[in-house]
């Protein structure tokens, strides 16, 4: 089994949905599980940071962390076609090491 | 905003030749790291440098590499004598000491290795 896994997708979407990107991992260890975003030959953006189980929100984006299940999600709220981009779940244990999904690409049709 | 700046961009090398990658972290994080992507592949980890010493490596990062800070402001990755398997965006990233775990990568540069 992977430590993480992601589906690639692609996920394509209308302009106003809402999105749903997830990734589950085996890793008990994780503690710290981040989404980036990443335009196409360009480097990671930090979009949410959660520390354990939990939900935190920051404007159209929502991150769950339910470590029991071992998944994590993103929702986005009210998708806009400059949201398309492929995102990366990453996540570490007590090191700084982040461990990366494969990355799902989104694409909102306008 | 802060933030890390890689050069160069894009740099095309015969295979067996040194490559240097060099990098600006963002000036008051103290932990950098080195990942790679692959074209079409995870992003994955290299090393992390903390206090002028190694912290981490992973397998990739064998006797090929290594990292040097060899002055206040730069963070260099240099590739020994390249592969046509090393050809990649390699991204550097930083982080500060309260949220080390918070990193900021660059936008990373591209090598390519004939």
């Known amino acids: 089994q992977k430590e993480v896994e992601q589906d690639p997708g692609p996920l394509s979407v209308p302009e106003g949905a809402i999105v749903s990107l997830n990734c589950t991992y085996s890793n008990s260890a994780f503690q710290y599980f981040m989404w980036y975003r990443q335009y196409s030959r360009k480097g990671p953006e930090l979009l949410m940071y959660?520390?354990?189980?939990g939900n935190k929100e920051d404007g159209r984006f929502t991150a769950q962390v339910d470590k029991s299940s071992k998944y994590i999600s993103l929702f986005i709220r009210d998708s806009q076609p400059s949201d398309s981009a492929t995102y990366l779940c990453a996540m570490s244990a007590y090191g700084n090491k982040l461990v990366f999904g494969a990355g799902t690409i989104l694409r909102v049709k306008s | 905003e802060p933030e890390v700046t890689q050069t160069p961009s894009h740099q095309v090398t015969q295979m067996g030749q040194e490559v240097i990658l060099r990098c600006v972290p963002i000036s008051n994080h103290l932990y950098f790291y080195w990942y790679r992507q692959i074209l079409g592949q995870k992003v994955e980890f290299l090393v992390s440098f903390y206090n002028n010493e190694i912290s981490e490596k992973s397998e990739i990062f064998d006797d090929q590499f290594s990292v040097e800070r060899p002055d206040g402001s730069n963070f260099t990755l240099k590739i020994r004598s390249t592969k046509l398997e090393d050809s990649a965006m390699y991204f550097c990233a930083s982080s500060d000491a309260d949220a080390a775990n918070v990193l900021t990568f660059g936008a990373g540069s591209r090598l390519t290795v004939l």
């Open positions: 959660t520390y354990s189980s």
